[in-house]
């Protein structure tokens, strides 16, 4: 079972930006196409943006231009740069396999919140 842990999100004014990382617990994380996922209170959970173990990227219309996943195999982490944050943009983010299956953990996630 991967273990994931999430961290860098904080309070930022619109047009602000992040960077979230997450560090993930296993060797095997290089062979696993990843996401970063959001979810807003009272809505369900989406996928921001993937990244295949190639580097292949896609991202969500709502964050095309903004946002640049990335990954680093060496250190067994993910990263989503947030650039041009919006309001829209505060949820709580979580990384995972993408797509993550049943039996799939999912961590803490980090608190994002786009605010003047």
């Known amino acids: 079972q991967v273990q994931l842990v999430e961290s860098g999100g904080g309070l930022v004014q619109p047009g602000g930006s992040l960077r979230l990382s997450c560090a993930a617990s296993t060797f095997m994380f290089r062979i696993y196409a990843m996401g970063w996922y959001r979810q807003a209170p009272g809505k369900q959970r989406e996928l921001v943006a993937a990244?295949?173990?190639?580097?292949?990227?896609n991202y969500a219309d709502s964050v095309k231009g903004r946002f640049t996943i990335s990954r680093d195999n060496a250190k067994n982490t993910v990263y989503l740069q947030m650039n041009s944050l919006k309001p829209e943009d505060t949820a709580v983010y979580y990384c995972n396999k993408h797509p993550p299956l049943l039996s799939d953990s999912w961590g803490q996630g980090t608190q994002v919140t786009v605010s003047s």
């Open positions: 990244i295949t173990s190639g580097g292949g990227t």
